[in-house]
């Protein structure tokens, strides 16, 4: 049986990282269309995916997007609003040329390819969003109608260094050290029985790399070895999730008792500096909570003989004619909730040493230029 991955990437995230989910497809769901995407309270610019998959065997097995789509979202009330083409540009080093090296078929995998609103464009709560996507030979996509509710506050963030070890296969004890990031709920006027909730983070620290040191680890008399020119200071830009169930007994308890919302490993390079942490909580429907509860069920199955058989939650997108060919992914919407914590290296009482003789823009989500947002 075919492995397809397939990319299923949140609205918000501006981000070099993917979060790959594969499935078990029979042959005949090859190629198909993967939408992506979501509309939230917060500001804009929103974002939806459009992808095809391809099938094991092809000459690569990543999706690829669509880039010559009409994406639009339209309210209860009869507004419009369009979605406009867009990606980043490919980061190219001091020696390598991305575009020149990878090929017009292969930059699809490379680069994030979205569709974007304008910064303006947030969703309101109460109103309700339909996704439209007109793919160039004429065939419609159509989402659900999706109510956004409003989103539950958050309370109390805070970070917990914990020292913990790993044995290896050697049974060499191998420090696993993180940050456990916990919060509470503010409550004030909510009455839901039931409610769904996801937290993404959004993490950023800045790096000091010693590139003048990269002939000293590299044998740069080589043909073809490059001696990097930049850089020496970056600031890198990571992304996380998780997904929760809180019912209202557990919103109940939320006020005394802390819930995880993200789990950051600690690493010699995110010892370096602050760590600044987004943290972005979103009040999802269950239908959502569902879908994306099955993809992560098979994630993390590690296979059984006793396992039920993988659960496959249907997506709320289908073709407007009618067509009995399903579509991947997910149209939603969610009241959304923002808070900053950061994190002092400080409170690290492990020792670690960041050490890396090369471009600072090497590193993977990092860049040169600092975020407005980074205060350190």
Known sequence: MPRLSIFLLTVFLISSCVDVFEFDLPDTEQNKLIVNGAITSLPGPQEI???????????????????????????????????????????????????RDLGPTNLDLAQNFRYVSSSGFQGQVGRTYTLHVELSDGTKVVSSPQLLEASIPVGEVTATYVVDETLSESGTEIPDDKWIVEATLDQSGESSEDNYLTWRHRGTFRISTNPELYCDYNDCSAPGVCVP?????????????????????????????????????????????????????????????????ALNGQLTNQGSIFDPPPYSEESNLTYE????????????????????????????????????????????????EKPEYYQN
């Open 321 to 368: 004619d009618g067509r009995d060919e399903p579509i991947l992914g997910y149209f939603w919407v969610a009241g959304a909730a923002h808070e900053v914590l950061t994190i002092s290296p400080t409170t690290v009482t492990r020792q670690y040493n960041y050490f890396f003789p090369n471009d600072c823009q090497r590193v993977p989500g990092a860049s040169t």
């Open 229 to 293: 020119a930049c850089c020496d200071e970056c600031w890198v830009v990571e992304y996380g999730q998780s997904l929760t169930n809180t019912s209202a007994a557990t919103l109940e308890s939320l006020s005394e008792n802390r819930l995880t919302v993200a789990t950051i490993p600690i690493i010699a390079m995110r010892t370096e500096s602050i760590y600044h942490l987004d943290l972005f909580q979103y009040r999802i429907a269950s239908d959502v909570y569902d879908f994306y509860e």
């Open 49 to 99: 995916r459009v992808f095809r998959s391809q099938g094991f065997g092809e000459s690569d097995t990543q999706p690829f997007a669509v880039r010559d789509a009409i994406v639009y979202v339209t309210d209860d009330l009869g507004d419009r609003r369009n979605f406009t083409f867009a990606f980043d540009d490919l980061q190219s080093s001091f020696c390598v040329d991305l575009v």
